[in-house]
């Protein structure tokens, strides 16, 4: 009996020691593969096609996702089609004017015949109705991103579960943007 | 000269160039907020590292319930509501399987940290990672009101059910589909206090069993909670009873567990049944037969499986569209002709995730299959004879009702404190 426990105590060490072995193995094996940076997850501006589940499926309300101007690559527009719907009455800035429903672009003239646009992150839901206006019609220079200081890092995205483009996907905290327009 | 709409006119082309500013403006620049500082994740790994040498002090030193639970509320409070149940242990898993596949992921140390910690504990002192260190199991334990007693049999049955959930979890991470721990975790929702209506049906479903039947999620259904079982079952000072001549035999820890870990008494001779030649080829034709049957449902699955991943749902969207037999297109064949990607990659993308399916979904039946063999033959085994009421610890959630509860061990205890 008492030889029969020192066996099975003796067993359950060496088992434990494959254990431990196993662990620091693990580690062996990942530590190439193991990154000082985490990994965030990102959208392609480039593959985003504008469908409006940024807005609805991030578990964040309003989503983690923001629009973002690339001013650089902007026309500059007057009449702007990331702005303005498609058929405006008049070009003003009234509600039933504007793409974005929340009003969370804001126009300002720059001078003759340039205006500046720029998105009020607070306000933006991600719905991408003003992306789908720039990017169909203008330069593109609108478009959505991740916001990391939204983000929950879900390991697994809400959003890229269904994004239909696949646009989602994990990249490295070191450059955890895909910005359009940049140099 | 607006009232026909963009159409007139960007016909043009339709891309303006920048403009050249005259008046001095100054462009805004475009740099949106860096990510949380690393050592915020750090931060995360310090703390779970404290929750569990917390645990192992609280249950394993103290045997107090009271302790036990003020780590359960801190952790539903931290790594619950306030990190969102990001990342987990049991989730990350999931990582470790997709590092292991695809050499370009980021595998963050932090993570790797969450994977290891819990294991190493469990090899020492039992799963004191899910007596509340885990907020899915804290959650459970806190929300347990009046346990009913499972039959043993269907105990051991429903136990089955987490290494299948391994198996899948595991194919499904490493091909990149989906990581379905993540997406299926009952209680997720609850920290974020945001999620589908159906996940808040399922959530709410599985609290309301969990008061009356102990943590069902961690004893027939967490993946991780299977490694668990395997380290905490060669654990160096798992929990204990007693030895024989101080156990007044009152059954009241096997009465109070309530996740079916506590051994009853085995006597001596229903243990002492030898193991003949014909029980040995049994075990053997149907530890076989269940490998086999499990790798050739794996292989028949795998096509079915491999719909799954976005890849190749699209690629056999696009095939059916373009033949003409499905009408009408998705949101996602559309976007995929918007963009105007080529067909022929998607197509090997498709294939080469179909042939990571082909090969990995017939290892997990195998896998299945031995964990099935494997019960089998536990079953058929007679167990060690035992003289009194024994922990096992690959079971063991570290909640230490029994130790609590005890009547020869509160008495010990007392007597220390008089000391
Ligand atoms: S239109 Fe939608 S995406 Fe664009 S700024 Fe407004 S809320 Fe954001
Ligand atoms: S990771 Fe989570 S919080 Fe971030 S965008 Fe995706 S769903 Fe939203
Ligand atoms: S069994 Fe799984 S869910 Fe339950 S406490 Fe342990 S790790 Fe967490």
């Given at each position: 009996?008492?030889?029969?426990?020192?066996?099975?105590?003796?067993?359950?060490?060496?088992g434990?020691?494959?254990?431990?072995?196993?662990?620091?193995?693990?580690?062996?094996?990942?530590?190439?593969?193991?990154?000082d940076?985490?990994?965030r997850?990102?959208?392609?501006?480039?593959?985003?096609?504008q469908?409006?589940?940024?807005?609805?499926?991030?578990?964040?309300?309003?989503?983690?996702?923001k629009?973002?101007?690339?001013?650089?690559?902007?026309?500059y527009c007057?009449?702007?089609?990331?702005?303005?719907?498609?058929?405006?009455?008049?070009?003003?800035?009234?509600?039933?004017?504007q793409?974005?429903?929340t009003?969370?672009?804001?126009?300002?003239?720059?001078?003759?015949?340039?205006?500046?646009?720029?998105?009020?992150?607070?306000?933006?839901?991600a719905?991408?109705?003003?992306?789908?206006?720039?990017?169909s019609?203008?330069?593109?220079?609108?478009f959505?991103?991740?916001?990391?200081?939204?983000?929950?890092?879900?390991n697994?995205?809400?959003?890229?579960?269904?994004?239909?483009?696949?646009?989602?996907s994990?990249?490295?905290?070191?450059?955890?943007?895909r910005?359009k327009?940049?140099? | 000269?607006?009232?026909n709409?963009?159409?007139?006119?960007?016909?043009a082309?339709?891309?303006?160039?920048p403009?050249?500013?005259?008046?001095?403006y100054?462009?805004?620049?475009?740099?949106?907020?860096?990510?949380?500082?690393?050592?915020?994740?750090?931060?995360?790994?310090?703390?779970l590292a404290l929750?569990l040498?917390?645990?192992?002090f609280?249950?394993h030193?103290?045997?107090s319930?009271?302790?036990?639970?003020?780590?359960?509320?801190?952790?539903?409070?931290?790594?619950g509501?306030?990190?969102?149940g990001?990342?987990?242990?049991?989730g990350?898993?999931?990582?470790v399987?997709?590092?292991?596949?695809?050499?370009?992921?980021?595998?963050?140390?932090?993570?790797?940290?969450?994977?290891?910690?819990?294991?190493?504990?469990?090899l020492?002192?039992?799963?004191?990672?899910c007596?509340?260190?885990?907020?899915?199991?804290?959650?459970?334990?806190l929300?347990?009101?009046?346990?009913?007693?499972?039959p043993?049999?269907?105990?051991?049955?429903l136990?089955?059910?987490?290494?299948?959930?391994?198996?899948?979890?595991?194919?499904?991470?490493?091909?990149?589909?989906?990581?379905?721990?993540?997406?299926?975790?009952?209680?997720?929702?609850?920290?974020?206090?945001?999620?589908?209506?159906?996940?808040?049906?399922?959530?709410?479903?599985?609290?309301?069993?969990?008061?009356?039947?102990?943590r069902?999620?961690?004893?027939f259904?967490?993946?991780?909670g299977?490694?668990?079982?395997?380290?905490?079952?060669?654990?160096?000072?798992p929990?204990?009873?007693?030895?024989?001549?101080e156990?007044?035999?009152t059954?009241?820890?096997?009465?109070e567990?309530?996740?079916g870990?506590?051994?009853?008494?085995?006597?001596?001779?229903e243990?002492?049944?030898g193991?003949g030649?014909?029980?040995?080829?049994?075990?053997?034709a149907?530890?076989?037969?269940?490998?086999?049957?499990?790798?050739w449902?794996?292989?028949?699955?795998?096509?079915?499986?491999?719909?799954?991943?976005a890849?190749?749902?699209?690629a056999?969207r696009?095939?059916?569209?373009?033949?003409?037999?499905?009408?009408?297109?998705?949101?996602?064949?559309?976007?995929f002709?918007?963009?105007?990607?080529?067909?022929d990659e998607?197509?090997?993308?498709?294939?080469r995730?179909r042939r990571?399916?082909?090969?990995?979904?017939?290892?997990?039946?195998?896998?299945?299959?031995?964990?099935?063999?494997?019960?089998?033959?536990?079953?058929?085994?007679?167990?060690?004879?035992?003289?009194?009421f024994s922990?096992?610890?690959?079971?063991c959630?570290?909640?230490?009702?029994?130790?609590?509860?005890?009547?020869?061990?509160?008495?010990?205890?007392?007597?220390?404190?008089?000391e």
């Open positions: 009996m008492s030889g029969d426990k020192d066996r099975r105590g003796f067993l359950k060490s060496l434990r020691l494959a254990g431990l072995a196993a662990v620091a193995g693990l580690g062996a094996w990942a530590r190439p593969k193991m990154s940076f985490q990994s997850w990102q959208l392609d501006p480039r593959k985003c096609v469908c409006g589940r940024c807005a609805t499926a991030c578990v964040l309300k309003p989503s983690a996702v629009c973002v101007h690339a001013h650089a690559i902007c026309g007057d009449l702007c089609t990331g702005f303005f719907v498609s058929q405006p009455n008049s070009r003003n800035t009234g509600a039933e004017n793409q974005c429903p009003g969370a672009i804001k126009r300002a003239f720059v001078e003759d015949p340039y205006f500046e646009y720029s998105v009020d992150p607070e306000k933006c839901i719905c991408a109705r003003c992306v789908k206006g720039c990017t019609f203008g330069n593109g220079s609108l959505l991103q991740v916001m990391h200081d939204r983000c929950q890092n879900c697994q995205c809400a959003i890229a579960r269904v994004c239909p483009a696949q646009a989602f994990r990249i490295s905290s070191k450059n955890p943007y910005l327009g940049a140099a | 000269m607006l009232g709409g963009w159409g007139f006119w960007v016909s082309g339709g891309r303006f160039p403009p050249e500013f005259t008046g001095g100054r462009m805004p620049g475009l740099n949106p907020a860096p990510p949380p500082a690393a050592w915020l994740a750090w931060l995360d790994v310090a703390m929750a040498a917390a645990m192992i609280f249950a030193r103290k045997s319930r009271r302790g036990i639970l003020g780590v359960a509320v801190f952790s539903v409070f931290y790594f509501f306030y990190r969102h990001c990342v987990c242990s049991v990350a898993l999931q990582n399987a997709l590092a292991a596949a695809n050499a370009n992921y980021d595998f963050p140390w932090t993570v790797a940290a969450f994977f290891v910690l819990p294991l190493a504990a469990a020492f002192w039992g799963r004191v990672f007596a509340g260190v885990c907020p899915l199991g804290a959650l459970q334990e929300v347990l009101w009046r346990p009913v007693k499972i043993a049999w269907l105990e051991r049955g136990r089955l059910f987490a290494w299948a959930y391994l198996g899948l979890a595991v194919l499904l991470a490493a091909t990149g589909t989906v990581f379905v721990i993540c997406r299926y975790d009952p209680f997720v929702l609850f920290f974020r206090l945001h999620g589908s209506f159906s996940m808040l049906m399922a959530g709410l479903a599985v609290l309301a069993l969990a008061a009356v039947v102990g069902p999620y961690c004893r259904l967490c993946p991780y299977v490694l668990l079982r395997i380290c905490a079952g060669l654990a160096r000072w929990l204990r009873l007693m030895d024989e001549e156990c007044a035999m059954r009241i820890c096997y009465q567990c309530p996740y870990a506590i051994l009853r008494p085995v006597p001596e001779k243990g002492g049944l193991f030649h014909g029980r040995l080829a049994l075990v053997f149907v530890g076989l037969a269940a490998v086999l049957v499990g790798g449902l794996g292989w028949r699955a795998a096509p079915e499986l491999a719909r799954w991943h890849t190749v749902a699209l056999e696009v095939a059916l569209e373009n033949a003409g037999k499905v009408k009408g297109t998705t949101l996602e064949s559309r976007a002709r918007q963009l105007g990607l080529p067909a998607l197509l090997s993308d498709a294939l995730v990571q399916f082909q090969f990995g979904a017939p290892l997990m039946g195998v896998f299945v299959g031995m964990c099935l063999a494997g019960a089998f033959w536990r079953s058929l085994r007679s167990p060690p004879a035992r003289a009194v922990i096992d610890p690959s079971f959630l570290v909640c230490a009702r029994c130790l609590d509860a005890c009547p020869v061990l509160k008495k010990r205890r007392i007597a220390a404190i008089g």
